[in-house]
């Protein structure tokens, strides 16, 4: 149950499965995220140590990832008991989190029927425009309860837009040729590993990679 009044929160760190536990239970049209595809998650604990809720944050699908390097983070799911402030706490949380880690932006989508006070109170601006379809029936974790419209939420925490990383070019020329050394493995059942059924050259790249002789 939640406190009748104001309280004093602070952020913890929670499993993944922990905050799933709690979103299951206590959110009101999302189930759990996926533990491959979240990041990691944060709990708004008061001074009894009792959890008044939940966030969890990760990298955000591909249709929004693409333009910017990976540089943007979302937080994917909140759960409260109702506790005053807690939504503000753990949205801020997480904000604070994804500068550290180096991210550029953090995102939220909530339906249009929520007003957006907690992400409000955290300093974040929702974006113009509309967003999600049916189409996100697709995606681990939705329901019935919450396909169309949305409305998002971002806060830029990097103040400027940096060019995006990459390896040295001795490290990209590894990966590059590990990758295609890699898929000429992916392409090979077991009883294709034998020199009758490789050119000579497949047959180098099959030895250097296995590390046994090609019967």
């Not at 419209?149 to 001795?170: H, N, Y």
């Not at 250097?208 to 090609?214: D, H, I, N, R």
Request: charged share 20%; net charge neutral; glycine share 8%.
């Amino acid at each position: 149950m939640k406190p009748l009044g104001a309280v004093r929160l602070h952020v913890e760190p929670i499993t993944v499965q922990r905050a799933n536990e709690y979103v299951e239970i206590v959110h009101r049209h999302h189930g759990a995220s996926p533990t491959g595809f979240a990041m990691f998650s944060i709990a708004a604990v008061d001074d009894l140590s009792v959890i008044r809720g939940v966030a969890t944050a990760a990298i955000p699908n591909a249709a929004n990832r693409l333009t910017d390097g990976f540089r943007t983070m979302e937080v994917v799911r909140v759960a409260t008991d109702g506790t005053p402030n807690a939504c503000s706490v753990l949205y801020a949380a997480c904000a604070r989190a994804a500068k550290a880690l180096g991210f550029s932006k953090i995102i939220s989508y909530i339906l249009e029927t929520e007003t957006g006070t907690s992400l409000k109170a955290a300093g974040w601006v929702e974006e113009q425009g509309e967003f999600g379809n049916l189409s996100w029936a697709n995606r681990p974790g939705r329901t019935g309860n919450n396909f169309g419209p949305k409305g998002r939420w971002m806060l830029d925490i990097a103040g400027t837009q940096r060019p995006v990383a990459t390896f040295p070019s001795e490290v990209e020329e590894a990966r590059v040729n590990s990758r295609s050394q890699m898929s000429l493995l992916d392409l090979l059942a077991p009883e294709d590993l034998s020199a009758s059924h490789l050119t000579s050259s497949e047959e180098v790249q099959v030895r250097s990679l296995t590390g046994a002789l090609v019967a």
